[in-house]
T-cell receptor
């Protein structure tokens, strides 16, 4: 079946610290992988995506690389800002069956000045 | 270009009451989805509509019905609300068609409390 496991939170970092949020997946075939971000009181926004092995998605200083050999899609940012405080969700979409997303449980990030 | 819109933003119901959550998108997308978000569980798919005129059950469909009214609108109905349906509900849409680059765009959510 399809499932996503991501790092438990909450994560608290000081401004300008390095961020890693781990995400691993189980899927039939070769899924597309996504990171979504949810700011307080808002819906989910697509942060970045990768659709095949070794692809790197990037946006707003965040990066994640699709690693088929380790079934991982870890999110990284070199220097976080207070404005990055949010909940981050890793998700996959299988190429077979329904077109829906399978989400991890989310990781809450708080960045302190 | 509003993207995906949802109404209402907040709702409180008593057990046994019914209500309909509305969702509309203006991106000419073929596929639409309803998810619920519960603490510690991420988002789970309730129902989806791959294209106008079709609907299918997702992971947690019990207690819900949906209607794909036209290409733009996809509503979610609770016929007899239960406290277990207290959650935040998100609507999403995508181009669909099974292409690898297909991306879902989400509405702002409806926070529902059932007493």
């Amino acid at each position: 079946g399809n499932s996503v496991t991501q790092m438990e939170g909450p994560v608290t970092l000081s401004e300008e610290a390095f961020l890693t949020i781990n995400c691993t997946y189980t899927a039939t075939g070769y899924p597309s992988l996504f990171w979504y971000v949810q700011y307080p009181g808002e819906g989910l926004q697509l942060l970045l995506k990768a659709t095949k092995a070794d692809d790197k998605g990037s946006n707003k200083g965040f990066e994640a690389t699709y690693r088929k050999e380790t079934t991982s899609f870890h999110l990284e940012k070199g220097s976080v800002q207070v404005s990055d405080s949010a909940v981050y969700f890793c998700a996959l979409r299988s190429r077979t069956g329904a077109n829906n997303l399978f989400f991890g449980t989310g990781t809450r990030l708080t960045v302190i000045p | 270009n509003a993207g995906v819109t949802q109404t209402p933003k907040f709702q409180v119901l008593k057990t046994g009451q019914s209500m309909t959550l509305q969702c509309a998108q203006d991106m000419n997308h073929n596929s639409m989805y309803w998810y619920r978000q519960d603490p510690g569980m991420g988002l789970r798919l309730i129902y989806y509509s791959a294209s106008e005129g079709t609907t299918d059950k997702g992971e947690v469909p019990n207690g819900y019905n949906v209607s794909r009214l036209n290409k733009r609108e996809f509503s979610l109905r609770l016929e007899s609300a239960a406290p277990s349906q207290t959650s935040v509900y998100f609507c999403a849409s995508s181009e669909g068609g099974g292409v690898s680059t297909d991306t879902q765009y989400f509405g702002p959510g409806t926070r529902l409390t059932v007493l």
